[in-house]
């Protein structure tokens, strides 16, 4: 399998695929969760509650793992990001706008982007700097 060009690869990293995103435990354990991902050519961000597990893991061990892969029963081709996420102070609404946009029909993400910026002051933005982008494409 070849890997991807960057052109492929950011095309890729567009379309709206669940992400799963790999966190280190306390005692090096990996965590696997699933995350929805924007990828602007250089950064991945996505958003969650400022309290939940994932954002204790990050900020305790900030080297995480995003992957984002193809579904059995087409041709093989995945990404894998390896990078250092820290959680910022950017505004979630932008970035979860965008998302439900992305992943959800006009109606439900409408509804979905009501629900959050009711409680954006609980979510946050985590972006992820690659340290290493792999990829293949069958």
Same mark, same amino acid.
């Given at each position: 399998?070849?890997?991807?060009? !960057?052109?492929?690869? *950011? ?8 992400? /799963?995103?790999?966190?280190? %435990?306390?005692?090096?354990? $990996?965590?696997? @969760? $699933? ?17 939940? !597990? ?7 061990? $900030? ?18 990001? !390896?990078?250092?996420?820290?959680? /910022?102070? !950017? *505004? ?10 992305? %992943? %959800? ?11 959050? /910026?009711?409680?954006? +002051?609980?979510?946050? @933005?985590?972006?992820?700097? $690659? ?6 494409? +069958?």
């Amino acid at each position: 399998m070849a890997s991807m060009t !960057e052109a492929q690869r *950011d095309a890729f990293l567009a379309v709206a695929r669940i992400t /799963t995103l790999v966190t280190l %435990y306390r005692d090096g354990s $990996p965590a696997a @969760v $699933p995350v929805w991902l924007d990828w602007d050519g250089a950064a991945a961000r996505f958003f969650t509650g400022r309290d939940s !597990e994932k954002v204790r893991r990050i900020r305790r061990e $900030p080297r995480v793992t995003l992957l984002m892969a193809e579904p059995a029963g087409v041709p093989e081709a995945w990404v894998s990001i !390896e990078g250092d996420a820290i959680v /910022t102070d !950017e *505004d979630p609404v932008p970035v979860f706008s965008a998302l439900a946009r992305r %992943y %959800y029909s006009s109606e439900q993400a409408e509804r979905a982007i009501a629900g959050w /910026t009711a409680m954006a +002051g609980r979510l946050t @933005v985590v972006k992820v700097t $690659p340290r290493r982008i792999r990829s293949s494409v +069958g």
